[in-house]
């Protein structure tokens, strides 16, 4: 439990909306659990990239949101640092 809440002082939690999980599950998704997800992320205006290893879940078409693994996300960081 410890390292939870460590981790609840560095993130935001966002919520997903009722429009959002219908509209996923209504969808033709692969993976409606990456649909909500993304669709979420995609919603907080504060964000930059979608961080997943399950990356090739993601066949959304016009990607707004960058998708990137945790490795990608690092050397992206890395380069901008």
């Not at 981790?7 to 659990?33: M, P, Q």
């Not at 504060?46 to 960058?66: A, V």
Request: aromatic share 14%; proline share 2%; glycine share 2%.
């Amino acid at each position: 439990m410890k390292g939870v809440a460590e981790i609840l002082k560095i993130v935001d939690i966002v919520e997903a909306s009722k429009e959002i999980l219908t509209s996923c599950f209504n969808g033709s998704y692969s993976d409606v659990e990456d649909a909500v997800q993304y669709f979420t992320a995609l919603r907080n205006d504060s964000l930059n990239y979608y961080i997943t290893r399950n990356i090739r879940h993601f066949d959304f078409k016009n990607f707004i949101l960058p998708v990137v693994t945790p490795t990608q996300f690092l050397k992206i960081f890395k380069q901008n640092s």
